[in-house]
């Protein structure tokens, strides 16, 4: 069985807990996997947080913002690490071993999964980063384009590829209608 867990686009400054940011964040942690449903569609009616369409620029709001927790969260960890280090933990050195490639891409702007070591994807998980995580981008566009897509979501797709990730299109307008019949 699969289980969706909606959490509700992240602002910028979640992090550092604006919004509803340490909430959110918090639900993330705990999800297999991240799906960003991205606005891809063009409506005067529809306002958007930042003014404008972008999701790129959205989804990179969001990934930023779970870089920046969890950097946070390996620093805090760090700490604790190091001082069992010194003692000769080998346990804790290990785990520091692992976690300064992922420190290190946080600190390069990149998400974590990109500098998980071979072999190490299960202490990896273990560690709760958000940004090890794998990712799918949904692109939600307007009936017309829900055969193709659009402008919006082709940036998206590039985005996804360059990545490593999937993209998908939809039509939320034409889901909703169909689930109402």
Not at 6 to 18: H, M, P, Q, T, Y
């Amino acid at each position: 069985s699969l289980e969706f867990v909606d959490i509700a686009g992240l602002v910028r400054g979640a992090s550092k807990g604006e919004g509803l940011g340490n909430q959110f964040l918090a639900n993330i942690r705990e999800v297999d996997a991240i799906i960003h449903v991205l606005r891809c569609f063009e409506d005067g009616d529809v306002t958007h947080v930042e003014g404008s369409v972008d999701p790129v620029r959205d989804a990179e709001t969001v990934e930023t913002e779970l870089m920046l927790a969890d950097l946070e969260s390996l620093e805090k960890r760090g700490i604790a690490l190091a001082k069992r280090a010194r003692g000769g933990d080998k346990e804790a050195m290990a785990q520091m071993a692992l976690i300064e490639p992922l420190k290190a891409a946080l600190e390069a702007g990149r998400p974590a999964r990109f500098a998980v070591p071979k072999g190490e994807e299960e202490a990896a998980s273990r560690l709760q980063l958000m940004t090890t995580k794998p990712v799918l981008y949904v692109c939600n566009v307007e009936e017309a384009s829900a055969a193709t897509g659009n402008a919006h979501s082709a940036h998206v797709q590039a985005m996804a590829a360059a990545q490593g990730a999937k993209a998908v299109i939809v039509s939320a307008a034409i889901e909703a209608e169909i689930s109402q019949m």
